[in-house]
Each structure stands twice: as C-alpha cells, then as structure tokens.
C-alpha cells in the first residue's frame, strides 16, 4: 500500500542547509556527472550547470575528450575528468585525490559498449549515493545483468525516469492502460529497491517506507512545474540539481524531495518570464538560484504542517 505526501516549498524550506559564513567549496561537496556522448554535449553542458547553479561546490564531468572544449567553454567553472582516471579511483588504482560524494550517470551517454562498461564498474565499485537517468536507465532496461547489479547496489541508487524509461524498466511487470503513476512508481521502488522519481506532471518520489525494504512504499507528488517543462533537456537539469543537493549533505531522499521541487520551481519562474512555449532547459538553469533563494528566504511562521495529504 502506498501512502501519498506532497512535496511543497515548506517542505523544501525545512530540508536545505544553512550556510556557516566560513563554509568553504569543500565543505559544499563533489558532484561527480558522466553524461554527454557525441552530439550530446547539450546534455552534459546542461547537467554540469544545473549542478554548479544549486551549490555543488565542486563539479566533474566524465565526457568523451570531443566535448572538452563545449564543455569548457559553456561551463569553465566545471572540471573534466576522464574515464580511466575515474576508473582508477573507482578501482583504488591511480592518484586522484577526489573523493564524489555522489555519482550521477546517464544525460546524453548513449547506450554503446562503453558507456555500458562505465555503469557496470560504477556499479560494482561505488558505494556511494548514484543518480541514474536517461541513457544510464536505458541500458539498466536492455541489460539484465546490469539490473542485478542496480538491484544489490551498495550505495543508494536515485533513478529518474520518465514514464517511457519507466515502462522499458518495468517490461517484465504487467502494466496495462489502467496502471496509475503511483503503481508504476511503486513499482519500480519493489523492482530496484532504491529510490524511485517518477517525472512529468506531479513528479512522483517514492521509496519503502522501511529501511528494511519490505512493506509500504511511500510516495510524495512535487507540487511545483508547468507544462513549459516538456522541453528536451529539462531531465538532464534535474539530474544536476539532484546530484548537487546530495553532493552539500543532504540524505539521498531529501535530494530526491527537494531537487524535483526546487527544479518545478526554477521552471515556474522561467514559465513567468518566457511563457510556456517559448522556455528552454537553459532557462530552468539560470532560474535555479532564484528559485532556491526564495524557498531558503521565504516566511513559514504561523504556517500549518500541510505535508499529510491523505
Ligand atoms: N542537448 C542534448 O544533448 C540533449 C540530450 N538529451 C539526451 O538524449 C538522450 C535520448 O533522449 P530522447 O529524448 O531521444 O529519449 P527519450 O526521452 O527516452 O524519448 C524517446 C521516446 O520515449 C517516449 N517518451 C519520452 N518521454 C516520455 C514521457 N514523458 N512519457 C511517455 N513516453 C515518453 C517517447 O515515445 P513516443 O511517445 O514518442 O512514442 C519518445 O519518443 C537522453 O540521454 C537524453 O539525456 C535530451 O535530454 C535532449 C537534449
Ligand atoms: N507538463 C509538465 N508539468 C510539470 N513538469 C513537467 C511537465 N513536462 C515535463 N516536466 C518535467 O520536465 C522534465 C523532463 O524530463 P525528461 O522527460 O527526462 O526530458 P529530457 O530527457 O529531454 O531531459 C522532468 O523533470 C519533468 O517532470
């Protein structure tokens, strides 16, 4: 049985970190994103810069060595790291003194031999929180042996799929015209047993509602966006947002939570400005700090506890 919250700006408001005055960029925590095949440097660009515009102090992107200079260009503020040194990190080999508090995989990464060998070691050697997204779900969905890894990860796994990815991760479920968005979503927290973001319209977040994985799956339903969010791209912003909020402390739940309100948000801020036709995903970027000032600054005293929805 699935219990139902909503996801507000309150809730959001109570979930954020308070800066101490000497907080410095490690403190604010490593994103480290792999996105981005060829002709998908949008992807990563918009992953990296969502990620840097919700606080990560530090942010790395793994991408092919074609889309370095878009990369450092569209985002000088990002580092490039590449595939063999993460993999040495990941295998306790090399010298890279990083340490990712969070790993997320999939905006634009394709679904070829390589990016599959990427998410198979990240898999088997991370045990950190692990945001997977678009490309990265797609290859959970076409290869069994990598569901069997996503299913005994040992770090906590954030999956963001939208209702297609979500329909190709559940082919062996029985879904039909009648199955509702908080059973799907269900049904890919019993599947995968990590957490489960449901996008679109009312994005859903959902997990067990016990840490031992059995029973009832909780579900909270994003209360922020609009239609001018049916734009390619705007995934990929969520996945960095959610990366970074994880990256600065926050549970991967709490990221979950709040990364897909905050990126309704940005959206509805663009949506004020733009409109609902003409709002890109670059424009969910550069609301971002916006929408997070005013949820961090915003006035709850005096306001009821809502969250309970049924
Ligand atoms: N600038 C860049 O580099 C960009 C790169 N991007 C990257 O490209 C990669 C592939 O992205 P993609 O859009 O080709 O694949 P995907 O989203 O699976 O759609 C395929 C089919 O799935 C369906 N479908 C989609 N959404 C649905 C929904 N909500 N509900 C239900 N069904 C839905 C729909 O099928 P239809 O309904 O049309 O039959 C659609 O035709 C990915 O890695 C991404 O990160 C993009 O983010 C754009 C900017
Ligand atoms: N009608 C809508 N209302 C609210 N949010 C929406 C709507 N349509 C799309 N979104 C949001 O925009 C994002 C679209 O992500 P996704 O479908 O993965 O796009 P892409 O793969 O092009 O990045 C999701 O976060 C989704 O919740």
Redesign the pocket.
Known sequence: MTENYEITKKTVHKLLPRRSPYIHKGDCGRALILA?AS?????AV?AVRASMRSGAGLTYICTPKANYQVLQTAAPEAICVDWDRVADKLAGRGNDPWNYDVIAF?????VSASARRMLKAILLSYDGPLVI???GL?LLAREPELTGFAQNYSGELILTP????AKRLLEDVNLDQTTSREEMAEALVRKFRGIAIL??AGTLVARYSSALKTGAVTAWRNTSGNPGMAT??A??VLTGVIAALTAQGLSPWDAARAGVLIHGAAGDLAADDKGEYGLI?SDIVEELPYAIDEIINMDVTGDEDEERKS
């Open positions: 981005g002709g998908m440097a949008g992807a918009l999939g905006p634009g990464m394709g997204d678009a490309d797609n939208h209702v297609g990815e996008k679109g390619g791209g995934g990929d995903a």
